[in-house]
């Protein structure tokens, strides 16, 4: 009943190298779906959510990240141990 404004939902995920670090394989493809399946993030609402990788720590392995926002600490990091970032 009422009026309500409009929200905008924002379903974003975040996640840090720190976490990619310890979670993933030397060559191995980061998206939102291989995330919810290892147990990193979860569904929000049913839906799978954006994710946005920032910064914080140091990465050694080359990743590749898919349908992924990244921070442009995060890129510059990833990119320096010989990662691929796929938009």
Do not use: H, Q, W
Request: aromatic share 4%; hydrophobic share 35%.
């Amino acid at each position: 009943r009422g009026y309500k404004s409009f929200r905008v939902e924002d379903y974003t995920a975040v996640v840090n190298l720190v976490t990619l670090e310890k979670i993933s394989k030397d060559g191995e493809i980061i998206n939102p779906e291989n995330l919810i399946k290892k147990g990193v993030i979860s569904k929000m609402k049913g839906k799978t959510p954006k994710v946005k990788i920032l910064g914080t720590g140091k990465i050694t392995k080359k990743l590749i990240i898919e349908n992924c926002k990244i921070s442009k600490s995060a890129k510059e990091a990833i990119e320096k141990a010989g990662g691929i970032i796929k938009a």
